[in-house]
């Protein structure tokens, strides 16, 4: 009964390669997320969607993109992948209006770029 | 622009009290949260602090507010080693983007 999910956990890839990172919440909220961690622990917001429609996009490259087959799925897919982009992803998601619109993080998948 | 500061390593002994401190400049922030982060391991909320709050005690965490200073701190009473972990603050208004800290590594000593 894991709230946020994702898939897989580790990914070790080599440089050119196209890959995707599956997330799903079992929380019924409307809102998700995907972070970026990189090596010094700094996370940062790479996109948010709202009921499946695109609401933040901050200045990441376009190899990367954000899927929401629906409110509970927002998958992330990376073109050519660039050793730059070796860094552990979180997917998190809310529900927006609510008392505090806590964000909610799966475990993490760490991607790394060979 | 929008920047959540903190101190990156704390180091206390097991059984005292641990004060990890964040900054922050966007005074629009609605809550205000602290995560925890242990090794290998997603990101868990801890509390979080409603901006017209002065403080919020939840067991063994005390969050103080200080918003004229933007100053939040968050204290573990009675740390344990299994408190060692990374402790994010994080501001966030009502457009859903958090803003985190660089995250203040707790080093608990027995």
């Known amino acids: 009964d894991t709230a946020v999910s994702q898939t897989p956990k580790y990914l070790v890839t080599q440089m050119g390669n196209d890959k995707s990172i599956k997330c799903e919440q079992n929380l019924g909220h409307d809102t998700m997320y995907w972070y970026k961690q990189d090596s010094k622990k700094f996370l940062k917001i790479m996109f948010s969607?709202?009921?499946?429609?695109?609401?933040i996009n901050e200045t990441v490259p376009n190899r990367f993109s954000p899927k929401s087959p629906d409110k509970a799925h927002l998958n992330l897919h990376i073109n050519s992948l660039e050793l730059g982009d070796s860094a552990v992803y979180f997917c998190?998601?809310?529900?927006?209006?609510?008392?505090?619109?806590?964000?909610?993080f799966g475990p993490g998948t760490r991607l790394l770029v060979l | 622009g929008e920047d959540v500061e903190q101190s990156l390593f704390l180091s206390v002994r097991e059984g005292d009290s641990s004060v990890i401190n964040c900054t922050y400049t966007?005074?629009?922030?609605?809550?205000l949260y602290w995560y925890k982060q242990e090794p290998g391991a997603g990101l868990q909320l801890l509390t979080y602090i409603f901006s017209n709050m002065d403080m919020k005690q939840d067991q063994r965490l005390t969050v103080l507010l200080n918003k004229k200073d933007k100053h939040l701190s968050l204290r573990i009473a009675d740390t344990q080693t299994g408190d060692s972990a990374i402790y994010f603050c994080?501001?966030?208004?009502?457009?859903?983007?958090?803003?985190f800290g660089q995250g203040t590594t707790l080093q608990v000593k027995p």
């Open positions: 966007d005074s629009s922030s609605t809550y």
């Open positions: 994080a501001g966030g208004g009502n457009t859903g983007k958090l803003i």
């Open positions: 969607y709202n009921n499946k429609e695109l609401i």
């Open positions: 998190a998601s809310s529900q927006p209006g609510g008392q505090q619109e806590t964000q909610y």
